[in-house]
């Protein structure tokens, strides 16, 4: 069936370092995405989406990038401090269809951790 | 403060005790979702709700009911619990379409 993955299950950066998290996606027909961070012991926080007709986005300290091309979404973390140590999560949806709204496909996550 | 409140935190019950996790948001969202999270398997839907007495089997929902009477609230009823049910739950709930779901801190259930 359609899923979201990630390439890296964790990854290891110092602090003030950039990161770089990959998500690979495999339905097409998605139109939407979503990155999430989920800090222990709490809920997935929203933290930038990015729709199909962009294939780049910038928050604070933040960019999405999405490739079509290859059905790949990554999220950049610019420098990265120990309050980003998390689990990130993307999600895809597919809007098209009532039967898929508001419906999101997650991937894995990968475990982020900054060292002082 | 915008946010979705579950409650309780922590529940461990018995198999076969029926039980109710509530859900409510603050933001006047029509869409509201139940996940539960396993190792291994990441976020799972359970059921969803896109408006006042609208709901929809997500892709687990076996063991599980809903309901959606106000648009605040989307309580999950578990009947009759059992132990493969013991997982991390969460309530979302967001505008539709494409925008971004907002979560609750969760719920960890235990059944014995």
């Known amino acids: 069936g359609e899923s979201v993955g990630l390439h890296l299950p964790t990854l290891s950066v110092q602090e003030g370092d950039n990161s770089i998290i990959n998500c690979a996606y495999s339905n097409s027909a998605s139109d939407y995405f979503i990155w999430y961070k989920q800090e222990s012991g709490k809920g997935p926080q929203f933290i930038i989406d990015?729709?199909?007709?962009?294939d780049k986005r910038q928050g604070q300290r933040v960019t999405v990038l999405l490739n079509k091309t290859v059905k790949h979404l990554s999220l950049q973390i610019a420098a990265t401090q120990p309050g980003d140590s998390a689990v990130y999560f993307c999600a895809e949806n597919k809007s098209a269809g009532g039967t898929s709204y508001g419906k999101l496909t997650f991937g894995q996550g990968t475990i982020l951790t900054v060292h002082p | 403060e915008a946010q979705v409140t579950q409650n309780p935190r922590y529940l461990i019950t018995v198999t076969g005790k029926k039980l109710t996790v509530t859900c409510s948001q603050n933001?006047?969202?029509?869409?509201m979702s139940w996940y539960r999270q396993d190792p291994g398997l990441g976020l799972r839907q359970i059921y969803y709700s896109m408006n006042v007495e609208v709901t929809d089997k997500g892709d687990v929902p076996e063991g599980y009911k809903v309901s959606r009477k106000e648009k605040r609230n989307f309580p999950l009823i578990l009947e009759s619990p059992s132990p493969n049910q013991t997982s991390l739950y969460f309530c979302a709930s967001s505008l539709g379409g494409n925008s971004p779901l907002h979560f609750g801190n969760g719920t960890r259930l235990t059944v014995t």
């Open positions: 990015i729709r199909s007709n962009m």
């Open positions: 933001m006047n969202h029509e869409y």
